[in-house]
């Protein structure tokens, strides 16, 4: 489950949550499995469970099941994490109520995942595709439900940015499928007076790790990152995350797959202007923008066929840097740069 579903919940109920292993790293706890979120106490214990793929995940959560006897399971996550509670589900039909998030970044959705969503009482999608593509194939309680940030609490904007440096932000939890790399190469070859930031919680050693990025790449000062990784999710204070959007001009996002759009549209709530790959719910986004400048902000990309034959999308380094600079360009006219910030305000 994202932590931003959990601290939503957990205003008003008590949550146990079963996270697999692989996402722990998505989370601030204590030494009890409690988390924080934006600096506060959440009623929300957390229960690691191996990947979901593995047969032992079934008895892991299983087990957390029967000791806390849950009212209602909410799972948010893409296609395949369903499995797990899928099966137990189809073993006792009555044992919980479940409401499913389907953050669903590709599609076509494979036939033998999409058969086990009649076992979800109630389905909830985050992008308009994957609602037409389930509401097609299953006979089952569905509805297309935008998946964004609270701007009115935590993103605002407050000063004109047709001045001085242009800045590029980039969020990332998963580094290859957020494609940092591309996003190094782009600001490699733009002017010294355009710059970036990458707030990710991805240091992994190899080819992700971000010195040996920096050092290959060359970038010297000219991309900057957070004190510490840390992710969007992972109890960071907004108010310092809003200052980052505040400071940026452009929130760049060149994932293969989005299922949410979330840090698009955070960045956009605080004035940034949307720059996208032609993705999930990233084109859904864009596609809410004025029409005159929807075709700057989605960039050329080749798509290519990945596992169940869903379509992906990798970006022309090339078209980035265009745009990149194309955007720039439009703040001499600050009537009509202001207003596209407005515009992107408007939309998240």
């Not at 099966?87 to 999409?114: H, R, V």
């Not at 569905?142 to 605002?156: A, D, M, S, V």
């Not at 719910?281 to 066929?305: F, G």
Request: aromatic share 10%; charged share 20%.
């Amino acid at each position: 489950m994202h932590a931003d579903v959990i601290n939503v919940l957990s205003d008003n109920y008590y949550v146990e949550s079963a996270v697999w292993d692989l996402d722990l790293s998505w989370f601030i706890s204590d030494d009890d499995g409690k988390i924080k979120f934006n600096g506060e106490n959440k009623k929300t214990v957390l229960h690691p469970i191996v990947k979901p793929f593995l047969k032992n995940a079934v008895k892991q959560l299983y087990d957390v099941i029967k000791a806390y006897e849950p009212d209602m399971i909410v799972s948010v996550s893409d296609c395949v994490y369903i499995n797990p509670i899928c099966a137990i589900k189809m073993l006792d039909p009555s044992i919980f109520a479940w409401l499913g998030i389907l953050a669903i970044d590709a599609l076509p959705i494979n036939e033998k995942i999409i058969n086990h969503f009649e076992n979800i009482d109630y389905i909830l999608t985050t992008t308009n595709a994957a609602y037409k593509a389930i509401t097609e194939e299953v006979n089952v309680d569905c509805e297309y439900l935008p998946y964004g940030p609270n701007h009115k609490r935590f993103f605002t904007y407050k000063h004109d940015r047709t001045e001085g440096d242009f800045r590029i932000m980039n969020c990332s939890t998963n580094s290859q499928s957020s494609n940092i790399v591309s996003f190094m190469l782009a600001l490699r070859d733009l002017p010294e007076n355009i710059n970036g930031y990458l707030h990710t919680n991805m240091s992994s050693p190899g080819d992700y790790d971000l010195e040996l990025l920096i050092e290959r790449y060359s970038l010297g000062g000219k991309l900057s990152f957070p004190v510490n990784f840390v992710s969007i999710n992972d109890g960071i204070d907004f108010s310092s995350l809003n200052e980052q959007y505040n400071k940026s001009n452009v929130i760049l996002d060149l994932s293969v797959r989005s299922s949410t759009a979330l840090t698009v549209l955070e960045g956009m709530a605080a004035g940034c202007i949307p720059l996208v790959t032609p993705v999930g719910a990233l084109r859904e986004v864009v596609d809410m923008m004025p029409e005159t400048i929807r075709e700057i902000l989605v960039l050329n990309s080749v798509k290519y066929i990945g596992d169940y034959e869903k379509e992906y999308f990798v970006v022309s380094v090339k078209d980035v840097v265009y745009k990149i600079m194309l955007l720039n360009e439009l703040r001499k006219n600050k009537d009509f740069y202001n207003q596209l910030m407005i515009d992107a305000q408007t939309v998240s």
